[in-house]
């Protein structure tokens, strides 16, 4: 008898363990990988948008990628090469080699699942912020395009370390990389982006419908003119595990007739170190799941998130400017969820 009750407790032992086991399993927060603390895409992944258990998807395999040399292009990092990528994105995907390459005029993607990819040591350079966009992956005659993707690719403006931003002539829309009208699940995964003067180094657009399912994971944006990356009439888009300093990052919509909703931002890290990240909120850095045009944001979630510093120059509307999760929206804000903010960050409410 005691030994089938020893057995018993034994069997009982073993079945708690496991349960345990479990149930820590699957509740326990996924590790922060190197990668995605540095933003680097080491394995870039799209995050479950109901729960924090991480889903690791790859970019987009080039398919018989094209060499813009092969078009035509020198980048030796004096000559326009635009024409060149023009025509090697028009023939098919694009493996960029490991030189310095100066796009001064809109490069656009027009067709579905292109892809363009940086070799390591690869530089696209813009040296003429009047020109405005870099690439521009557009739906012409009201169609829609979807599955393109820009990876592993370093970003140069011409704009200063400490940024500045101008609302006023061109430079306003000086935007590396814009998607136009219904573009959905465009991927920018793993890149660099640097000095650029305009609204956004990243951004979606539409009148009305600018799209649905984009995922903007482990970039690094930095001397912003403004939003790092930034959503607009936009759904169900994803922006998690960048990093940004000196830049603002979130929603926002022009007017309520843009399209919002279903739009995660998670685990991402804006800092501070010159500041003038969101000049006319009067911050240094800002996160939001949308403020502006009266839109209704409650559809968005921003959560995991950490915003810290305080500028250190004196600007335009003065010094030490705090940096901001700016929560309050008049059409309905977003949800926001165990953000941190901390080192002169506020919460506006």
Not at 79 to 93: I, P
Not at 185 to 191: Q, R
Not at 258 to 272: A, C, F, K, R, W
Not at 280 to 292: C, E, I, Q, R, Y
Request: proline share 4%; aromatic share 8%; charged share 15%.
């Amino acid at each position: 008898m005691k030994i089938a009750c020893w057995l018993s407790n034994l069997v009982l032992i073993c079945l708690l363990g496991l349960l345990s086991w479990r149930f820590l399993s699957d509740h326990s927060d996924p590790p922060i990988s190197p990668a995605a603390e540095k933003g680097i895409a080491s394995a870039p992944a799209v995050i479950d948008r109901t729960s924090r258990v991480e889903k690791t998807i790859v970019a987009p395999t080039l398919v018989k990628p094209g060499n813009p040399l092969t078009f035509g292009a020198k980048c030796d990092g004096v000559t326009d090469d635009s024409a060149a990528f023009q025509a090697a994105l028009n023939a098919g995907d694009v493996l960029v080699p490991a030189r310095t390459c100066v796009i001064d005029h809109t490069v656009q993607i027009t067709v579905s699942n292109r892809h363009l990819a940086c070799e390591p040591g690869a530089t696209l350079r813009q040296t003429n912020p009047y020109e405005q966009r870099m690439f521009e992956i557009v739906s012409l005659d009201e169609g829609t395009l979807s599955g393109d993707s820009i990876a592993n690719c370093v970003f140069v403006g011409a704009n200063t370390a400490a940024p500045r931003y101008f609302d006023g002539d061109a430079r306003h829309y000086n935007i590396p990389v814009q998607t136009q009208d219904r573009v959905s699940n465009f991927m920018l995964i793993g890149n660099t982006f640097s000095r650029f003067f305009g609204q956004a180094m990243f951004q979606t657009y539409g009148r009305v419908d600018g799209g649905s399912g984009d995922v903007i994971a482990y970039n690094r944006f930095e001397s912003c003119g403004y939003y790092g990356a930034a959503l607009v009439a936009h759904r169900n888009g994803y922006i998690g595990h960048n990093v940004l300093v000196d830049c603002a990052l979130g929603v926002e919509n022009d007017a309520p007739s843009q399209m919002s909703g279903g739009n995660v931002i998670e685990y991402n890290h804006l800092s501070v170190v010159h500041g003038y990240g969101a000049p006319d909120m009067k911050a240094s850095a800002m996160l939001t799941g949308g403020t502006a045009g009266g839109a209704d944001y409650s559809g968005n979630v921003v959560r995991y998130n950490t915003v810290s510093g305080r500028s250190q120059r004196k600007q335009d509307s003065g010094s030490g400017l705090p940096s901001f999760i700016w929560q309050k929206a008049s059409g309905g804000a977003a949800q926001y969820l165990q953000n941190t903010c901390v080192d002169g960050c506020e919460v506006i409410q």
